[in-house]
């Protein structure tokens, strides 16, 4: 506790230092809009992300990435191994002037893990919540479970009482026909508070004096403005418009570091990228599906020139994977990251052993507002498909227009990138993705494969509260994927953002989070 | 005058019920509507007690009939990708693209007039001749490739002007406002001259074939014969009387230029209506689509039933049918 | 052709002869008209050129931009043939997966000009049909069709053409909607253009069926409309050439503001809006070709077609030249 005192009291000089001056702004050109206020009532992690800088959990990542008290001053484990009791930080109030207590988590909990909530998976293990005093509360879990506060972390406390006086302790249905107010009103405990919101325009946070944290950071106002277009955010960050970007185009980053004025901040991100099959009986057209025979799906494997595109679509910026997790991620393990190299006469005569059909027709379902450059690398990886003798079919379309078709499986093979989060561990893949498609296990489990021995492994792994048993289990069960080659991992892909001279300090995470209140604005 | 006015008014409302048709045909046919609302996880009764609440079972002119009634009211229901009410949506909107539309109209006028002027008085004329091929390039040049070209030159390379966004608005009531701080003045530049290169060649064109007109009548060769010098019968006389064809031009292409700032709009990030509608294209956001559907053509009627009354209150020649088709879609 | 037989006799006969002759004196007028005019000229050879490489794409491009095995992506990026880097067979150089600029422009060209011809004819065919029909039968028939031409009218031109084609490629599936993208297109820009030609063909007709040949045909149950046809048809056709020719260029600009809004042709069978869409995501990376080159082409074909159109209109009219 020494070390943290010393922490924040450095933070706090900081601080004071910054506070003489004008006020500081932070415009950030992101590449989309969040899609709501509600966190609850929009899954998608990038929304998540944003609103982190409102809404907070009860703990939270910090600088270096490891757990540490948010919400919650402490907790532990009770005896029966599957209650958790948290006991909560005094002196919280939400922007509103509320008090922080223990009814506004359970409230919290109840709202995510409702029946309509598109949130509900990412606590998979929650079963109820309790109130035990006003400062404490306890949630009980499925089972033994070792992952809860990794999934806390992305949990954000609503306050109970603006919750019930505006409609809206369950999340958002659209169906209803009336908004919610959650949407486009909030109301948290973080370091910033929303000032106004304008759709696919602008949404301006301001810095939140009554924060329960002391502030690393010296800003008074974060501008979010999406800007879709790649080559107008550079534009505009060329312009000093904006004065960061979470979403710099690779092509351009030799432009951007010509700049005088511009630093661009490099690294390469967890998200590993893959492509995943069908393995349902039929194809979306209706014809015999092949991809259900390991050779087949090797033939397509085979097929890519993974280093062609490293080089030639990612520009030498992205890590070519072998692996399903990328290696900081625990659970990974060297010897399952080899990649076994193209070779188009050998995929050929796999998809002949598979007897797939000359010429054969599929979807390949991508996103073009999803990964880094990913309308190229499938344009790209079709093109490779296409000198095998096949004929993938191309559709590309925003993530709104595509994830109804994957998750329905009224396409055939499609992209996915997985990062883990917020869990940081390889079972977060394996439970998500891998595992067959029953109850919260395996909600992108798009393909519909099921491996029995895999769920088991994974299952194990999931109740296992030694590290390295539970590591060991885990490395099996990816062992098993990367051999049945479930998903063809491409590349963990680059990650740049790129801010002016105005912005002094902004570490970046290698989750592609940005965390402003660790950020410095001049002036 | 009231048979004529009475006639206008029912046909313009004849055509905005046609254009709800079209809107609620869309709404309720393409994409449906409880596919988008539920999650994944909805099972079947769900749907179908979804389905029933939201009157979907019901006949076709019931659901029309209750279209159009919420429709007048300005309900139009949620946005499926914002979950927000739509007409708040499109009504936080509506000042950016109306100001952006009134600017790139006030620039083709101040631009056009004057060309259209110089190109009759000295038909013929190298200079004549070539802002004639001037106006031809006008016309051909794709507005997204002038809005480019606009970025690259004067944002990407001069650094003058921003390329996206609107810079600061202020609020004045429910309108916001860019016109009032310099920065939303610059944001307005580039997207106002991107969106007027096509009007400023119709008004150059209509002013110049008014003129020549004008300038062939008695009225203009008389005054000539009095010793009214030539600027001045150029300038005020003959163009006095070309004013009113190109004033009821400028404001029938309001309507025009409020559906083509869309693609200025994509170009330059502008914050108004078009984008969201492009936006809700993408993303098959049927609600939002239907309303600005209506909205654009809601003013577009207007404005040509307005402009039709005018004429007719000038001029009760008009007043009868054949000429009223010519004159409302001229 | 039992009908033709009594126009040989009769005054109807002799209004076509007339007519003819009016054309011919008006081509030589034209012809001299055309030849006087140095810019007609200059559009209609640019315009030829386009068109015949366009047409013979598949002959003289080094590659078939759409073919998924050609392209190699080691060949990506490659700069214009008179820089350092640039290389043979590449021209005008290659896009971000190895795509002849070239050769994507020429085919991106046929698109652009087939989908902007056929919807200018499908227009016509309609706008004619329905016209003739309007004015021909009156009453309700009329009414009808004038007032769905009202309705169209009052919506903006691009406002219909991007809600048929996202509509439409929204409700068809995938395999479908790529094969379907060109047809659709067509159709998009068609539907509201048509009203333009029934409006002009109608006030043709209704002039044309009060006179008493018509009448006469039948009272004998000749089929009049095809006498009315080779009256009507003469006199409007002044004013739908220039029309027709000026929506030609507006079909063109149509399809591409189309594609580059992401409604219209999709990227691996792009037009020249598609390609100045992606194009326009490498504007800085110092990769300009892949915008420059299908923009300015764009820009030279709509810019022949409406000094053409333009041209014909003054030709035409004289009384705004």
């Known amino acids: 506790m020494t070390f943290r005192k010393i922490l924040l009291a450095s933070a706090a000089l900081t601080a004071l230092s910054g506070m003489a001056q004008a006020e500081t702004v932070l415009k950030w050109g992101a590449n989309r809009d969040i899609g709501s206020l509600d966190p609850y009532s929009y899954g998608d992690s990038f929304t998540i992300n944003v609103l982190n800088h409102v809404y907070e959990g009860l703990v939270r990542y910090n600088a270096d990435l490891k757990i540490e008290p948010a919400l919650a001053a402490s907790w532990e484990i009770l005896e029966d191994k599957v209650t958790w009791r948290f006991h909560l930080r005094e002196g919280v109030t939400f922007h509103n002037g509320n008090p922080f207590t223990a009814e506004d988590v359970v409230a919290s909990l109840e709202r995510v893990s409702d029946e309509t909530s598109p949130l509900k998976g990412n606590l998979p293990a929650y079963v109820s919540s309790a109130v035990v005093d006003p400062m404490t509360v306890d949630i009980t879990l499925n089972g033994t479970y070792p992952l809860l506060l990794n999934d806390l972390t992305n949990i954000h406390i609503f306050d109970r009482e603006w919750m019930v006086e505006h409609d809206s302790l369950l999340p958002t249905d659209i169906g209803s026909g009336t908004e919610g107010y959650a949407t486009y009103n909030a109301n948290g405990t973080g370091p910033f508070s929303v000032e106004s919101r304008q759709p696919d325009a602008k949404t301006v946070f301001v810095v939140n004096p009554d924060w329960w944290d002391v502030p690393q950071h010296n800003i008074d106002r974060i501008e979010l403005t999406p800007v879709t277009s790649a080559a107008t955010r550079v534009a505009a960050l060329l312009s000093g418009e904006i004065n960061f970007t979470n979403d710099a185009p690779v092509q351009d980053l030799p432009r951007l570091e010509a700049s005088p004025d511009v630093n661009v901040l490099e690294g390469v991100d967890l998200r590993t990228v893959m492509i995943g099959f069908p393995f349902r009986d039929t194809l979306a057209s209706g014809e015999p599906n092949p991809f259900k025979e390991r050779a087949a799906r090797e033939a397509l494997y085979r097929a890519i020139d993974l280093d062609l595109i490293q080089q030639k679509v990612m520009r030498g910026k992205s890590r070519t994977a072998g692996a399903t997790v990328a290696p900081p991620i625990p659970g990974y393990s060297e010897d399952l990251d080899t990649v076994p190299g193209a070779d188009p006469e050998a995929a050929k005569a796999l998809l002949a052993e598979a007897g797939v059909p000359e010429g054969l027709e599929f979807e390949f379902n991508c996103l073009s507002d999803g990964l880094v450059n990913e309308e190229q690398f499938c344009q790209a990886i079709a093109a490779m498909w296409s000198r095998i003798g096949l004929s993938p079919k191309l559709d590309v379309a925003p993530r709104a227009v595509q994830t109804p078709k994957r998750t329905q499986g009224k396409t055939d093979v499609y992209t996915l990138g997985w990062a883990t989060l917020p869990m940081l561990d390889a079972y977060s893949p394996l439970l998500q993705i891998f595992h067959s498609k029953v109850g919260n296990s395996g909600v992108f489990n798009w393909g519909g494969w099921s491996y029995p021995e895999l769920d088991a492994l994974i299952d194990a792994a999931g109740s296992e509260l030694d590290t390295e048993t539970r590591l060991d289990l885990e490395n099996q069960a990816l062992r098993m994927v990367k051999d049945e080659i479930i998903m063809i991992p491409l590349h963990q892909q680059p990650m740049a953002w790129a801010v002016t001279g105005e912005v002094t300090e902004m570490p970046l995470f290698p989750d592609n989070k940005p965390r402003l209140w660790y950020a410095q604005v001049a002036e | ?330 | ?321």
């Open chain 2, 1 to 330: 005058m009231l048979a004529f006015l009475i006639k206008r008014t029912a046909n313009a409302v004849f055509v905005m019920l046609a254009v709800a048709l079209l809107a609620f045909v869309i709404f309720r046919f393409f994409g449906d509507p409880v596919e988008m609302m539920v999650n994944e996880q909805a099972t079947q009764a769900d749907r179908a007690e979804l389905r029933e609440r939201l009157g979907l079972n019901d006949s076709f002119a019931t659901q029309y009939l209750r279209f159009v009634t919420n429709a007048v009211q300005g309900d139009f229901g949620i946005s499926y990708r914002n979950q927000q009410d739509v007409m708040v949506l499109i009504g936080d909107r509506f000042p950016a693209t109306f100001e952006l539309v009134l600017v790139a109209t006030a620039i083709s006028l101040v631009v056009g007039i004057p060309l259209g002027v110089i190109t009759a008085v000295h038909r013929n004329s190298r200079l004549a001749n070539l802002l004639q091929l001037g106006s031809i390039v006008g016309v051909s040049l794709p507005s997204f490739v002038v809005g480019i070209m606009l970025i690259l030159a004067f944002s990407v390379s001069l650094g003058w002007l921003p390329a996206f966004g609107r810079g600061e608005t202020v609020d004045i009531g429910w309108w916001s406002t860019g016109l009032l701080t310099p920065s939303g003045r610059q944001a307005l530049v580039l997207p106002a001259i991107s969106l007027s290169t096509f009007q400023i060649t119709l008004v150059m064109r209509l002013v110049r074939a008014e003129m020549l007109e004008v300038l062939r009548s008695d009225y203009v060769k008389f005054a000539r014969a009095r010793g009214v010098p030539a600027p001045r019968l150029h300038w005020v006389h003959a163009l006095r009387n070309c004013l009113m064809p190109v004033i009821t031009l400028t404001g029938m292409q309001i309507g025009n230029l409020i559906a083509f700032a869309l693609v200025t709009e994509t170009v330059f990030q502008w914050p108004g209506m078009g984008l969201l509608f492009i936006q809700a294209v993408t993303f098959v956001d049927i609600p939002v689509m239907a309303a600005y559907l209506m909205l654009v053509s809601f003013i577009f009627v207007l404005l040509n039933t307005l402009v039709d009354i005018a004429y007719a209150w000038v001029d009760p020649r008009l007043r009868d049918d054949t000429a009223k088709a010519g004159g409302a879609n001229g």
């Open chain 3, 1 to 321: 052709m039992a009908e033709i037989s009594p126009m040989r006799t009769d005054r109807p006969a002799l209004h076509r002869r007339l007519g003819l002759r009016l054309a011919a004196l008006r081509r030589g007028d034209l012809w001299h008209s055309f030849r006087s005019h140095p810019s007609a000229i200059f559009a209609a050879c640019l315009l030829a050129l386009v068109a015949l490489s366009a047409l013979l794409a598949p002959l003289i491009t080094p590659q078939d931009p759409y073919d998924l095995a050609a392209l190699e992506l080691w060949n990506a990026e490659i700069p214009p043939i008179w820089t350092p880097q640039g290389q043979a067979p590449y021209l005008l150089g290659t896009d971000t997966q190895g795509r002849d600029i070239l050769s994507a422009i020429l085919y991106g060209s046929r698109i652009s000009l087939v989908i902007g011809f056929a919807s200018v004819l499908v227009a016509l065919a309609v706008g004619l049909t329905l016209g003739l029909i309007a004015g021909y039968f009156g009453g309700w028939i009329d009414n009808v069709i004038m007032r769905v031409g009202d309705v169209l009218l009052s919506m903006p031109f691009i406002l219909i053409a991007i809600l048929i084609s996202a509509m439409a490629s929204a409700a068809l599936p995938t395999g479908l909607k790529e094969v379907l993208a060109a047809p659709i297109l067509i159709v998009a820009i068609a539907v509201p253009s048509w009203v333009q030609y029934a409006r002009t063909i109608r006030a043709s007709a209704m002039v044309e069926r009060k006179k008493e040949y018509v009448q006469a045909a039948r009272l004998i149950r000749v089929k009049a409309w095809r006498i009315m046809l080779h009256h009507i048809l003469p006199n409007c056709l002044t004013p739908i050439m220039v029309a027709a020719t000026l929506n030609f260029g507006l079909a063109i600009l149509s399809e591409a503001t189309l594609s580059f809004l992401g409604v219209g042709m999709p990227p691996d069978q792009p037009s020249l809006g598609t390609l100045i869409r992606v194009g326009n995501q490498y504007l800085f990376s110092g990769l300009w070709w892949i915008v420059v080159f299908p923009a300015i082409q764009l820009c030279l074909i709509v810019l022949s077609v409406n000094m053409i159109g333009d041209w014909l209109r003054d030709a035409l009219n004289p009384k705004l030249r």
